[in-house]
């Protein structure tokens, strides 16, 4: 089970962090996303880390103001900073339970939690 939180409504230039825990997995070679969609478009990775080597991946669209946190053991923040309104979209945190490289299609991903809304605007 996966549990996302701290969406809400920024202004431009703002900064947000959300928290995806989750709960019932065992195994450490897992791997917790953060990917976004807007309506009308196809979901996208934002960032994930493979939790039991540290890996991770930043989509180039927020290097330099994204930023992963390990928070403990089952829960993963995503401190977004500089906020841009083409950031506006509905965030959901995800789990790959394959013992593979890190790997950020959506497809890989087979568990997910609710999304989560963040609002970018004045």
């Known amino acids: 089970q996966l549990q996302a939180s701290g969406g809400g409504l920024v202004q431009p230039g703002g900064s947000l962090r959300l928290s995806c825990t989750a709960s019932g997995f065992t195994a450490d070679y897992y791997a917790i996303g953060w990917f976004r969609q807007v309506p009308g478009m196809g979901r996208e990775a934002v960032s994930c880390m493979r939790v039991w080597d540290g890996s991770t991946y930043y989509a180039d669209s927020i290097k330099g103001r994204f930023t992963l946190f390990r928070d403990n053991a089952k829960t993963l923040s995503l401190q977004m900073d500089s906020l841009k309104p083409e950031d506006m979209a509905v965030y959901y945190c995800?789990?790959?339970?394959?013992?593979?490289?890190?790997?950020?299609?959506?497809?890989?991903?087979?568990?997910w939690g609710q999304g989560t809304q963040v609002t970018v605007s004045s």
């Open positions: 995800a789990i790959d339970s394959s013992r593979v490289p890190i790997r950020h299609g959506t497809r890989a991903y087979d568990y």
